[in-house]
């Protein structure tokens, strides 16, 4: 129901065989730290500007610039021709392809992020995938944790699909927009072409080619009393 290839194009990260003999495209998450312990061959090809934080296994390719107040912990495997700006703060298990934007102010750990996909402003990236050209817009989060501390479970239609997983934050879909301070609950998977309205707090499955938005509130104007 929730193969990888119906929500990603595998095609589009050099990562691929991270997806293998996986049946649900959550999956992937548990394997990403065992693909790094036995794949990532640490090295900086890119640019540094000034005097980023860099520690552990990080591989960095060619054309990407780290900025100045970044900090990688690794291990770590980030692309050719990305931007890590002043502020990105990566911290274990993250695999990022290329032509990425990481921002200011955004956090990221145990994730996979495919070729050109852009968190630039005030993201929490947590235990989640992000498909090709996805983008996140200022200020979405993608929550990994639930309030209670339970195994994380897919609420679909049909019913819930438990996960086994006590962290895992969203899968978005390839071309995926995801709107300004929307919050994705624990388990939330957003398919391909999709766009979440700003403010919109989602739990559930998006199909792809879909919009998911609250209805809005009526705003009202009232006439402000004259002061002496």
Known sequence: MFASDTLL????????VIFENVT?????????????????KPGIHGKLIGKPFISGAVYIG???????????KGPAWIGENCE????AYIRENVVVGNGVVLGNSCEFKNCLIFDEAQIPHFNYVGDSILGHKAHLGAGAILSNVRLDHQPVAVKTAEGIIPTG???????VGDRAEIGCNSVLSPGSIIGRDTIIYPNTSWRG???????????????????RQARD
Do not use: C
Not at 9 to 16: K, Q
Not at 24 to 40: D, G
Not at 62 to 72: K, V
């Open 9 to 16: 194009d595998l095609d589009r990260t050099e990562h691929s």
């Open 24 to 40: 649900h495209v959550w999956e992937a998450l548990a394997k990403i730290s065992t693909y790094l312990q036995f794949r990532l």
């Open 62 to 72: 060619a054309g990407t610039i780290i900025e100045q107040g970044a900090m990688i």
């Open 84 to 87: 890590i700006r002043n502020g």
């Open 165 to 171: 997983l006590r962290k895992f934050g969203a899968i």
């Open 205 to 223: 499955v998006l199909p792809s080619n879909s919009i998911g938005r609250v209805e809005p509130q009526t705003l009202k104007i009232l006439p």
